[in-house]
């Protein structure tokens, strides 16, 4: 049939406003009674433009409504790509390869994913805009923080801060990408900072992180930065803050429904109880965040998750359970799928196989791999933690020399941070080893 233009831009204008006002399950409603009206139209090049303009938001929206690796997301992106190429202009083409990169991230498909974002930054230089510029830096620095790059997370996200930054431009891209870059790429760089020792100079970040995403007044990017907030307060072992980030994060995803966000809030306020002490409700609460989390085809951040439910069973005297998921965690991290939290895996299994078996050898083994991961992600944080373990065991075994000799070059090369849970720790450690 013909096309209703009156009809077609009702719903178009409906969904959009709806978008606008966070409404997402209204957008979703009006964008897809605008596609069924779609379909009866015979195809012809104003059909198509019509049709690209529903469905580059629709994709936005199962992102923040259904998570960004929903089997929602792929197919509309894909469809607005395909015809982006026909009548599709640089900044709605852009947007698609956005969507298209975060639907392959969150899958845990890594390797495209990083293809994906050097495509996007060789765009973006060749269309010169700088609200494009911004959003295609943020690509990279976030696929290198996954694959445990954290030196080049912190230089994609520095430069993005630095250069391409403008606030108008985060606005008005936020309503295409669904969350405002200033606040997504700062999030990153707060996680690669902590890793690369820089504890303070991270919760400072962070704080004024969280501050931009409340004067924004953009709820999906608040409850995703609060969910970056919940893993660098998980690093830092503060039970009573993570706990309330991850309440707050829960609450925020509940009131706009936000499926991802609602199960890693939950996940965090579990994981919060458990650095306080409380067991069993926290166990509870982790299990249930990531059984939500995984329900929605979500990989990446999965095997961290599933190392901090790993230690509570561990804790708990679980050890079965705790073998259980440590190895799916290991698989994933050692397959194509989030690294960033790789070595902290390999340090978790080391002291799993002391409970389970007293090998010493094997364990040190663990140890020793954590470590080795940890350099060669540059990783302070990471190393200081594996070293911290070695030279536990090395003082069961008196080896106290060699002890010493390990934990101290690593405490040495921290500038900051000394009253930090870890390097609080460590430096417990040296003086038993002095």
């Known amino acids: 049939g013909g096309l209703n233009e009156r009809s077609l831009n009702y719903w178009l204008a409906a969904g959009m406003r709806a978008q606008e006002q966070f409404a997402n399950f209204e957008a979703i409603s009006h964008f897809k009674k605008g596609l069924e009206i779609l379909n009866t139209c015979t195809e012809c090049p104003e059909r198509d433009e019509i049709e690209l303009m529903m469905l580059t938001p629709l994709g936005s929206v199962y992102q923040a409504m259904y998570g960004y690796a929903a089997p929602e997301v792929g197919p509309a992106f894909s ?7 026909r009548v599709g202009e640089s900044s709605q083409l852009f947007a698609i390869m956005w969507g298209n990169w975060s639907w ?115 709820p999906f990017s608040l409850a995703h930065a609060l969910h970056f907030t919940g893993w660098l307060l998980v690093n830092c072992r503060m039970g009573d803050r993570l706990y309330a980030a991850g309440k707050e994060e829960l609450k925020i995803a509940s009131e706009h429904g936000f499926a991802l966000w609602e199960s890693t809030g939950t996940y965090f306020t579990g994981a919060g109880l458990f650095l306080q002490g409380e067991l069993d409700e926290s166990i509870k609460l982790m299990e249930k965040g990531i059984q939500s989390f995984r329900s929605i085809a979500a990989i990446l951040t999965l095997p961290g998750q599933l190392g ?43 002291a799993l196989v002391l409970l389970e078996s007293g090998d010493q050898v094997a364990a040190e083994k663990c140890f020793h791999d954590a470590i080795e ?62």
Not at 79 to 85: G, T, V
Not at 202 to 210: G, M, Y
């Open 79 to 85: 469809r607005a790509r395909e015809l982006c190429q």
């Open 373 to 434: 991961t940890a350099c060669s992600q540059q990783s302070k944080a990471m190393a200081l933690l594996g070293t911290t373990s070695l030279a536990r065991l090395w003082l069961e075994q008196g080896r106290n020399d060699e002890a010493k000799a390990a934990l101290s070059t690593v405490y040495g090369v921290f500038e900051e941070g000394f009253d930090t849970e870890d390097l609080l720790k460590a430096k417990e450690l040296l003086t038993k080893l002095l």
């Open 308 to 350: 901090i439910l790993a230690e509570a069973y561990i804790k708990a005297g679980r050890l079965a359970e705790a073998r259980s998921v440590l190895n799916a965690a290991l698989e994933l991290a050692k397959g194509n799928s989030d690294r960033s939290r790789l070595a902290d895996l390999q340090r978790l299994e080391g």
């Open 104 to 218: 392959h991230l969150v899958r845990g498909e890594l390797k495209l994913a990083m293809s994906l974002a050097e495509d996007m930054v060789t765009f973006a230089k060749n269309v010169s805009d700088i609200g494009i510029m911004m959003e295609a830096y943020v690509a990279p620095a976030v696929t290198s923080f996954y694959l445990g790059d954290f030196a080049a997370c912190r230089k994609w996200s520095e430069e993005a801060i630095a250069e391409h930054e403008d606030t108008e431009h985060c606005r008005i891209w936020s309503t295409m990408t669904g969350q405002n870059s200033a606040v997504h790429v700062r999030t990153y760089l707060t996680l690669a900072l902590f890793h690369l020792g820089y504890p303070e100079q991270a919760l400072k970040l962070n704080e004024e992180t969280i501050e931009m995403a409340r004067q924004i007044g953009h």
